[in-house]
């Protein structure tokens, strides 16, 4: 059964497409997490929900736009695809904002190609 | 910012024991300390947290010395499945959504030899 699970798995499209990808956790936590990895494997947090609140947002480009219709679900749809979203996303969750006793718990990951 | 620093990369032999460190010089009060593993293409996984002093679980061990402006894991007798890149990540202590809260560090590539 598991845990943290994304779709699709890879995605390649071209410059200018929108696309979604969509992540779902059964932990019953109630924080979930967007990262994105570079080819130089830096591992970076763009969003963080919280009980479907938006909890943290780093500097991201608006086209980048985070949808959580429940705890559940943290899907991330992103316009406008440029070559440099090229990269491997990875949804996350933890019970509670991660910090004491609340690890995180990672999903396979979505390996983004923009061409 | 508590920013993190970590050695790109280290290597090893199995059976031995690795130590790998981590500065986080800006560490706020409430932050603690995270590390995670992750093989080629997996998501990161959870190895150890701790606040201050010493953690041991049945995986890994962490040293935090009392400043807390650096922490060191520790691996007992690595083997070749230990081969992979370690995060050391810090944050968490100040929940409300102030940028970089959690701050991922590099990643130390350690490759354990037969």
């Known amino acids: 059964d598991t845990a943290v699970s994304q779709t699709p798995k890879y995605l390649v499209t071209q410059m200018g497409n929108d696309k979604s990808i969509k992540c779902e956790q059964n932990?019953?936590?109630?924080?979930m997490y967007w990262y994105k990895q570079d080819s130089k494997k830096f591992l970076k947090i763009m969003f963080s929900?919280?009980?479907?609140?938006?909890?943290i947002n780093e500097t991201v480009p608006n086209r980048f736009s985070p949808k959580s219709p429940d705890k559940a679900h943290l899907n991330l749809h992103i316009n406008s695809l440029e070559l440099g979203d090229s990269a491997v996303y990875f949804c996350?969750?933890?019970?509670?904002?991660?910090?004491?006793?609340?690890?995180?718990?990672f999903g396979p990951g979505t390996r983004l190609t923009v061409l | 910012l508590a920013k993190t620093t970590q050695p790109i990369s280290m290597d090893s032999y199995e059976g031995q024991e690795v130590n790998i460190t981590c500065s986080h010089n800006?560490?706020?009060?409430?932050?603690?300390i995270t590390w995670y593993q992750q093989f080629p293409s997996q998501g990161p996984r959870f190895i150890i947290q701790g606040y201050k002093t010493k953690v041991t679980n049945e995986v890994a061990s962490l040293f935090i010395p009392a400043d807390r402006k650096s922490s060191t894991l520790s691996l007992p007798r690595v083997s070749l499945s230990d081969t992979a890149v370690y995060y050391c990540?810090?944050?968490?202590?100040?929940?409300?959504?102030?940028?970089?809260?959690?701050?991922f560090g590099k990643g130390t590539k350690l490759s354990v030899k037969p």
């Open positions: 800006n560490i706020a009060t409430n932050d603690y």
């Open positions: 996350a969750s933890s019970q509670k904002m991660a910090g004491s006793h609340n690890e995180q718990f």
């Open positions: 932990l019953g936590h109630d924080t």
């Open positions: 929900y919280n009980n479907k609140e938006l909890i």
């Open positions: 990540l810090v944050g968490g202590g100040n929940y409300g959504g102030s940028q970089g809260n959690l701050i």
